[in-house]
């Protein structure tokens, strides 16, 4: 299985500069949405369910295109993470899970 999965993936590795940069270029899609979950879930009461989903699911998003316009790895994690922020807050403050109480 692991083989043909392998001959699957090699039209999109040689198009590319090698393996390292392809796992790299995939791996950032997650890097920024997956920290901003994590941080939100540790740092902020606010945090709900669904801006969870929004920043998961809009953070793919942002990474995806980010990458579709040739843009480096590295800058693709930094920006899907600052939009992922910016999803986590609004789509938190517009639907919150359940009241917060101090």
Known sequence: MTILLG???VPL???TDGIYETFQTYLSFFQGPTLVLLLAGILWRRASATGGLATLLGGIAVSATLTQLDVQFLHVAFWSF???VILMVSASLLHPDVEVTE
């Open 13 to 15: 590795i040689g198009d």
């Open 7 to 9: 001959v699957a993936l």
């Open 82 to 84: 600052v939009a992922s």
